[in-house]
C-alpha cells in the first residue's frame, strides 16, 4: 500500500497565494512511487491549482463537497462539480462536524456521493477531549466509522480513506496535548478491528488508515513507524513549505 501525505490547508491563503505557494511547492516535492502526496486547498484555489498541477507529484483534495450532484442548494458546491478537478476530497472533519454541524448523516451522504463520482473520500472521524474524558472513544470511533461507510459496498471499501484526528490533538503546540504513538495505536488497531469485523480481513487489506493532528518534522517519523499507520493528514505544517517537503522525505527514509 502507498502512504499517504496529505496537507489540509484549511480557510488559508487567497487565491493569488495558493497558487504562488503550489509553485513552491512543486519545486519542492520529489515524486516517489510508493507515496502519493496531497494537497487540500481552499475551494476557490482549487481550479487554477488544477491548471498547474504536476499530478505525478501532488493531487489536489477539496476540503468538503455535498452530496447532492445538482439543484437548488445555495452556496453548496457538489462532488459531481469538482469531480474534474481533484482526486480526493476530505469529508467530515472535525472542523465542520463541531463548528458548522454536520452529522454523521451528513459524511454518509457526502462519502457516497465521493465514491459514485469517482473520487477518493478522505473520512475524518476522532473523539473530543470531552469524550475521551467520558470513556467514549471506542464508541464514538465506531460510530462515525460504521455510519460514514453504511452506504458503500463492501467492494468499494478499497476506494476510500479513514483518517484518524483525535480533535483534541489537531493544531497544538503543547507537547502535553499531542497524541502519542501508543494513543494513536490504540485507536488505529480498533479502526482495523471493526473494519475487520464488519467487512472482512481481505476486504479491509486495502483501506489505508491515517493520523492526523498537530504533525511537524519532529514527530513525523514517529507517527509513520506506527504499526498500521499509512500515512499523515497535515494541517499547520502543510502551509510552510519545507516543513511539508521534509515530512514527504522522512516517509520516503521510514518506508524504505
Ligand atoms: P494540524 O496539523 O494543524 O493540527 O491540523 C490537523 C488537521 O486538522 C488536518 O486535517
Not at 483534495?61 to 482526486?87: K, M, P, W
Not at 452529522?103 to 476522532?126: L, Q, Y
Amino acid at each position: 500500500m502507498k502512504t499517504y501525505i496529505v496537507g489540509n490547508w484549511k480557510m488559508n491563503f487567497t487565491v493569488g497565494e495558493s497558487s504562488l505557494y503550489f509553485h513552491k511547492l512543486l519545486q519542492r516535492v520529489k515524486s516517489y512511487r510508493d507515496i502519493e502526496v496531497v494537497v487540500a486547498p481552499s475551494l476557490v484555489a482549487l481550479q487554477p491549482l488544477s491548471l498547474q498541477v504536476d499530478r505525478h507529484k501532488i493531487k489536489l483534495a477539496a476540503q468538503n463537497a455535498y452530496f447532492q450532484d445538482f439543484g437548488a442548494y445555495t452556496g453548496e458546491v457538489s462532488v459531481s462539480q469538482i469531480r474534474s478537478l481533484v482526486d480526493y476530497c476530505i469529508i467530515g472533519h472535525s472542523e465542520r462536524r463541531h463548528i458548522l454541524g454536520e452529522t454523521n448523516k451528513d459524511v454518509r451522504k457526502k462519502v457516497a456521493a465521493a465514491v459514485r463520482n469517482g473520487i477518493t473520500p478522505i473520512i475524518c472521524i476522532g473523539e473530543t477531549a470531552e469524550e475521551r474524558k467520558n470513556g467514549e472513544t471506542t464508541d464514538v470511533i465506531r460510530d462515525q466509522l460504521l455510519s460514514s461507510l453504511s452506504e458503500i459496498a463492501a467492494e468499494d471499501l478499497s476506494k476510500v480513506i479513514i483518517a484518524y484526528e483525535p480533535v483534541w490533538a489537531i493544531s497544538t503546540t503543547k507537547s502535553a496535548k499531542m497524541a502519542t504513538p501508543d494513543d494513536i495505536k490504540e485507536v488505529l488497531d480498533l479502526i482495523h478491528k471493526l473494519l475487520t469485523k464488519t467487512y472482512g480481513e481481505k476486504t479491509v487489506a486495502d483501506t489505508p488508515v491515517l493520523y492526523g493532528g498537530s504533525v511537524k518534522v519532529s514527530n513525523a517519523e514517529a507517527y509513520l513507524s506506527i504499526p498500521g499507520c499509512d500515512g499523515l493528514l497535515i494541517g499547520g505544517a502543510s502551509l510552510i513549505a519545507p516543513e511539508f517537503s521534509d515530512i514527504i522525505e522522512i516517509a520516503k527514509q521510514v518506508r524504505a
